[in-house]
């Protein structure tokens, strides 16, 4: 999100975020990237005028830094895997997480951006308020779908709320994710303005709850948490402790962390330590004890029941498949 900028209705290029065109055909675009980060893919496609969705796909740690000026634009993302970071220029942070959705209205305040689990796929839908109001007005109505009250439902108190969308929010932000624009684009379109019929009806407290804000110095302060506790996976470690030691409280430590990778701190290092598990499993070096006790599992059981909670199955049954 907070990616696109657009300029007379038209596509532009985007270079400055090392995004290069891989290939364009009429009104969609594929940006890629591929450098010692990582690579990525930004799949953009036109709607109707004035109405675009980008499909994101990355695995990646570079920094997207740039002029991020949304402004006479509306945004809404979805994140299907992975966190969003973004670095606001008044050193805060916000962050949009797995199964989330995010509203943004005339947005010019972002400096970076970034994928904190490096893993991010999702979408965005962005709209151009002036070509909408101006072309698709009497469309939409027509749809009964109102963007500018979609808009004041949204951003009465700010610029930038995330959304917890019921299931039938939810099924049809994940229908749009997993449709193919190459292939199904009259389907896209549909689920669209189902979504803004839907959003149009007016958005219930239990569905909208105003982002928290990190101070970036925070942020800094559980990244350097993460390190900590991912650095050496045999050692044990308290949260009392990590609190201490990097002077946080326990509770925004256990808040933003979650914010931040999507998982509670020791719910994270298990799973770090399983995968980490799986792989020593595969190289065929170490009995199932000692990968145990190589991930901070000094009992057997414990870490055959940690194992098969994040894996699936057992490591002595994850051993035979490999």
């Not at 709320?161 to 229908?175: A, C, H, P, R, Y």
């Not at 749009?176 to 219930?204: C, H, M, W």
Request: hydrophobic share 35%.
């Amino acid at each position: 999100m907070g990616v696109v900028i657009k300029n007379n209705n038209s596509f532009i290029d985007i270079a400055q975020f090392d995004l290069k065109t891989a290939r364009k055909s009429g009104d969609t675009v594929l940006y890629e990237l591929d450098d010692k980060n990582g690579y990525g893919k930004m799949l953009m496609c036109r709607i109707f005028p004035g109405i675009d969705v980008y499909y994101n796909d990355y695995n990646t740690a570079c920094d997207f830094a740039g002029k991020f000026d949304m402004d006479k634009y509306f945004e809404l993302g979805y994140s299907h895997e992975g966190t969003y970071e973004f670095e606001l220029r008044d050193n805060r942070c916000i962050y949009i997480g797995e199964g989330e959705f995010i509203a943004l209205c005339n947005i010019f305040e972002s400096l970076r951006s970034r994928f904190p689990q490096k893993i991010f796929k999702g979408f965005g839908i962005i709209f151009d308020i002036e070509t909408v109001n101006k072309l698709l007005k009497g469309y939409l109505k027509e749809f009964s779908i109102d963007l500018g009250l979609i808009i004041d439902s949204l951003c009465t108190d700010g610029n930038i709320f995330v959304l917890k969308g019921d299931s039938e929010i939810q099924s049809i932000l994940e229908k749009i994710y997993f449709s193919d624009p190459s292939r199904q684009l009259a389907y896209i379109k549909i689920k669209v303005l189902e979504l803004l019929n839907l959003l149009s009806n007016g958005i219930t407290v239990e569905m909208k709850y105003k982002c928290r804000y990190y101070e970036k110095n925070t942020v800094l302060k559980v990244k350097n948490v993460k390190e900590h506790l991912t650095e050496e996976l045999s050692r044990r470690v308290t949260i009392d402790q990590l609190a201490k030691e990097h002077n946080i409280t326990k509770t925004m430590l256990k808040t933003c962390f979650k914010d931040i990778y999507g998982l509670p701190p020791y719910k994270y290092l298990k799973k770090i330590r399983m995968n980490h598990a799986a792989v020593l499993i595969k190289q065929g070096k170490y009995s199932i004890s000692e990968v145990g006790g190589l991930v901070g599992y000094q009992n057997a059981s414990k870490f055959s029941s940690a194992f098969k909670d994040v894996m699936g199955v057992s490591p002595r049954e994850y051993s035979k498949r490999y």
